[in-house]
């Protein structure tokens, strides 16, 4: 069983940089999701793989224990409205971070695999530019993070 926190944050991101760090050894997942103007449900996708609404774009981190002592890679989902993205976007959102695509469809989003030795501040810094770029709604400036921690 996980145990689900909430944190709302804007500029000061020291909060969702401790709580991004407290999963990186495989001890959970995070969700990130820019907070709109409007009451708009976040971004799902149905059992089939098709959207089932229209929302707010959402961005997924999932962390992997280690496997026979050794730091495994991270995933980092992004849920959006915008089809496939392309290479050349997707290097220009990802601003340096050294992030390989496993997955750009049109439908069911981007996943990237993160690098186990990723720093939180990266992960959070390309979880905020890519909502902040994919969202198709006016944003408030601040964002909210999902925390799941796994026992």
Not at 10 to 16: K, L, T, V
Not at 25 to 50: E, H, K, M, Q, Y
Not at 106 to 117: W, Y
Request: aromatic fraction near 6%; include cysteine.
């Amino acid at each position: 069983m996980s145990t689900r926190s909430q944190i709302q944050f804007s500029s000061d991101r020291s909060e969702a940089l401790r709580a991004i760090e407290s999963i990186t050894s495989g001890r959970g997942w995070c969700n990130v999701v820019p907070r709109v103007v409007d009451d708009v449900a976040d971004l799902r996708i149905n059992f089939t793989g098709l959207w089932a609404n229209q929302g707010v774009v959402k961005a997924s981190f999932v962390t992997s224990p280690p496997r026979h002592g050794e730091a495994q890679p991270s995933s980092l989902g992004v849920l959006h409205s915008r089809g496939r993205l392309g290479s050349e976007r997707i290097t220009s959102l990802l601003s340096g971070a050294p992030f390989t695509v496993r997955q750009d469809h049109t439908q069911r989003g981007l996943l990237l695999e993160v690098p186990a030795d990723t720093p939180a501040a990266q992960v959070l810094e390309v979880m905020c530019t890519m909502t902040k770029s994919l969202c198709d709604f006016e944003m408030t400036g601040d964002w909210r993070l999902d925390l799941y921690v796994r026992p």
